[in-house]
């Protein structure tokens, strides 16, 4: 259906796939401060079969001619099948193929990654000392994800850094992760905390702003804005010293206005927004008229402007 578009000439080119809603980690952005990842397990349903999962796929390809897929859960890497997944997506001809993970069974998958056609992997890292690490994640061992983006660089895969910053909570971060990554020289973009999950209605204590973000970097760096890329979350700056950071600043400069995005979570169900609480089952379809009615319904979840809150925390969406 190439005609699939909205009147602000939206469209859905990037699936972001939820293989499973389970982690090993428990962030405090996910999770409730006193609760830990096995309470998250009590979200969890049947996930979605891998072959049941290439067949959803390879008919939203059709119908959409996608770009690129992003996969994230819950911990992706959790998932049992994440290899043949990943093998059946290249053979589908996208090439475009990307995960978000946590990083800590990363060591031992990059390689298998790799080889099944992955292109680059976000890590998640709100820390680099250890005891904010734990604070953040209910986690310990950040050098575990350090050896996990060693291998992933090695083995050839481009990685990029995502550390969420939240006020009282890991803002002392923002230094320690910058410094590793432009040693390492990876990307790394700082995210501002979003009012989701357990946090709706309640985010706005712990937003650190992209100007917050920026005026802490500018302490120590001189750095100059580049242009937006088309469809992009982040927005990017590169130090005088050739450096490039990012900043991914939802509540303070949204960028709905020309999302691209559509996600699928591991029950079979397509959002068209983050902001939209109403999962649209597409499981049981294989008709392709109903599966286009239900994608006319995911884009016009879209906002126009701005990302407004969910009561359904990433965990169960999809990151
Ligand atoms: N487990 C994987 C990981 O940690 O990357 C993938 C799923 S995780 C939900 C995906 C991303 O969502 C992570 O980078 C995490 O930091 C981010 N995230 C989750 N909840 C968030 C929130 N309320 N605000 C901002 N970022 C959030």
Known sequence: MRDLQDQY????????????????????????????????????????SASELLRIIGYLHQELNLETIRLTGGEP?????????????????????????????????????????????????DAINEDVFFKMSKRSDVGRILKGIKTSIDCGLDVK????????????????????????????RFLEVMAMGHLYKQSEKYLFTQHDILNAIASRYNFERLDRKASATSNYW???EGHVFGVIANES???????????????????????????????????????????????????????????????????
């Open 238 to 240: 590169k130090t005088k």
């Open 161 to 188: 850094l995502n550390a969420v910053i939240m006020k009282g909570m890991n803002e002392d971060q923002i230094f320690p992760l910058l410094d590793y990554a432009f040693e390492n020289n990876i990307q790394i």
């Open 9 to 48: 000439g939206r469209s859905f080119k990037t699936l972001r796939v939820s293989l499973i809603n389970t982690c090993n980690l428990g962030c405090v952005y996910c999770t409730m401060a006193d609760t830990d990842t096995k309470v998250s397990n009590h979200h969890q349903k049947t996930n979605i």
């Open 253 to 319: 400069e949204p960028f709905c206005g020309d999302c691209n995005r559509l996600r699928l979570d591991s029950q079979g169900n397509i959002f068209g927004c983050l902001s939209d609480n109403h999962p649209i089952n597409i499981r049981v379809i294989d008709d392709t008229l109903e599966l286009r009615q239900k994608l006319k319904l995911a884009l016009a979840q879209k906002q126009t402007v701005r990302f407004v809150g969910s009561e359904l925390s990433m965990l169960e969406i999809g990151g």
């Open 77 to 125: 890497l959790l998932y049992h099948d994440l290899i043949p997944v990943v093998a059946g997506i290249k053979a589908m001809g996208i090439d475009e193929i990307k995960l978000t993970t946590n990083g800590f069974l990363l060591e031992r998958m990059a390689f298998k990654l790799h080889k099944a056609g992955m292109k680059s992997i976000n890590v998640s890292l």
